[in-house]
């Protein structure tokens, strides 16, 4: 249980005494002169199966970590050490460190305490693997106890605002974390290996763009004018791949000023990356092979169960397109689905909310996130948007209503946004004025006229396909996290009140 904020006081002026009595006898509480050799989890894999007690016993230890458990037993006292790797028993006799060290210093330890070792190894009776101390230096004095264990939504809470603790008492979070790392790698990995380049674009832009989204707004006072954190890093890398880098990808950060909610923190991490010579059926096949190699290496199988669902990452992945998908997962009409008087009808009647303005493309686009996007729990893939809602997106050729563009769903969440890039200038500005003038309609979401990423375009690029990821929600979905929050160290919290 939580420790109550008098209790908890209590106990930090109980070990501000400690301290101070401490330093009174000469000893520094936080030195910097002792280095660990050894990591306790390369101990526990060393000499797990060694049984030997003279062998054991040959093996000299200098290792350091936090006390997370004092169990005394008059002259001898176990204590549990954790370090970065793993946790591990000590064992620290009064005969072996001194009794006047085992009771004016080692006495005032408390859990939490940072402690350096010396000794060597045995097993104890019920066979565990143990450090014998022979010597042992305090590092770091803890002022503060540490939760035991983290209950209910207020420490729920507190694992979000105070991570270090989160990540000091669950190891299952520190885990979880190596493994998002672990996954950051392996997408770099992949992509490095196909000859992709991995470059940084400003998070500052003059102009927002590359997706639909309210940004972030701050100044430069030198400059003299409003600037933007990036809602996405798109434009500036098709720009890359107009002066010849026809690979290219970043892994970073995002900002969109919009709601906070179990899917969405205000910053998030996205991996994008562009391709020249390639449309979005490539990125298909592509993401296809990334996701369920990660998928494997990751999990073992490429069956996760997420949140009491199974779902199966075994390739092919199911691929319809917009309409396809309303009429299968919503029921639409299939002889009906183009008509604006039936769609306005089917919406009404589904009770989504149409506001003027909004085009049959717009229409259909609000009734799949509203009816259908929640249902996609394997993974598919939804294609060919409607050209007014995919403004950066390539026309097909067959139907030029349509854009050549996919959504990648997987445990009824987007996960991934990915189209045939359009590089025909004219279209590109034309489609940056419609985008203004629904901005001035009142949408704050739609897209500015970018005359810079325009004259870009003037030059040439290349056929190309690019792709957005979203590396928390993968990251969510392989990890069985059921909030954002839990897969970023430091997400966004509101003001605690009080």
């Known amino acids: 249980m939580t420790m109550l904020p008098e209790d908890e006081n209590q106990q930090a002026e109980v070990r501000r005494e400690k301290l101070n009595a401490l330093r009174q006898q000469g000893v520094n509480p936080y030195p910097n002169d002792f280095r660990p050799e050894v990591a306790l989890q390369t101990l526990r894999d060393d000499y797990a199966e060694v049984a030997d007690e003279a062998a054991l016993g040959a093996v000299r230890v200098k290792a350091a970590g936090r006390i997370m458990l004092l169990r005394s037993f008059g002259k001898l006292t176990f204590a549990t050490l954790r370090d970065g790797s793993a946790d591990l028993q000590i064992a620290v006799q009064k ?68 991570r270090y603790l989160d990540l000091i008492v669950n190891p299952e979070s520190r885990e979880l974390f190596r493994k998002r790392s672990r996954i950051i790698r392996m997408i770099r990995d992949f992509l490095d290996n196909r000859g992709f380049l991995e470059v940084e674009t400003p998070m500052m832009h003059p102009i927002p763009g590359g997706a639909a989204a309210r940004p972030f707004v701050t100044h430069h006072n030198a400059l003299g004018m409003d600037l933007f954190l990036r809602i996405a890093p798109e434009l500036y890398l098709k720009q890359l791949v107009v002066g010849g880098f ?112 909004w085009d049959d493309g717009k229409i259909q686009l609000e009734l799949f996130e509203t009816q259908v996007e929640h249902t996609l729990i394997q993974p598919t893939f939804i294609l060919d948007y409607p050209v007014s809602v995919s403004p950066l997106s390539r026309r097909s050729d067959a139907r030029p209503a349509i854009a050549e563009r996919f959504e990648l769903f997987i445990g009824g969440w987007e996960i991934a946004n990915a189209f045939s890039e359009l590089n025909d200038a004219a279209d590109q500005a034309d489609r940056f004025r419609k985008q203004v003038e629904a901005r001035d309609a009142g949408d704050h979401e739609a897209m500015h006229f970018d005359a810079n990423y325009v004259r870009a375009l003037e030059y040439g690029l290349p056929p190309t396909g690019g792709e957005g990821i979203g590396i928390d929600r993968l990251v969510m979905l392989l990890t069985d996290s059921p909030s954002i929050r839990d897969v970023i160290l430091f997400p966004q919290m509101r003001p605690k009140a009080g």
Request: proline share 4%; no cysteine; net charge negative.
């Open 95 to 162: 005969d072996a460190v001194g009794a006047e060290f085992y009771q004016e210093v080692f006495r005032k330890l408390d859990v939490g305490d940072q402690v350096g070792v010396e000794g060597t190894l045995f097993r104890t009776k019920t066979h565990e693997l143990t450090i014998r101390v022979s010597r042992l230096q305090l590092l770091t004095k803890s002022l503060r106890p540490l939760p035991e264990k983290f209950h209910g939504l207020e420490e729920v809470e507190t694992r979000y605002r105070q």
């Open 246 to 357: 026809e690979r290219v990808y970043e892994i970073n950060r995002n900002f969109r000023n919009e709601g906070l909610s179990t899917r969405h923190n205000p910053e998030f991490t996205m991996l994008e990356f562009y391709q020249a010579y390639a449309d979005y059926r490539d990125l298909m096949d592509l993401t296809e092979e990334m996701v369920s190699g990660i998928v494997e290496a990751v999990t073992g199988s490429l069956k996760v169960s997420y949140q009491g669902k199974e779902i199966d990452f075994t390739p092919p992945w199911s691929r319809l397109d917009l309409a396809q998908a309303l009429i299968r997962h919503a029921g639409a009409d299939p002889e009906r689905i183009a008509d604006r008087g039936y769609l306005e009808a089917f919406a009404k009647e589904r009770g989504v909310e149409l506001k003027p303005g």
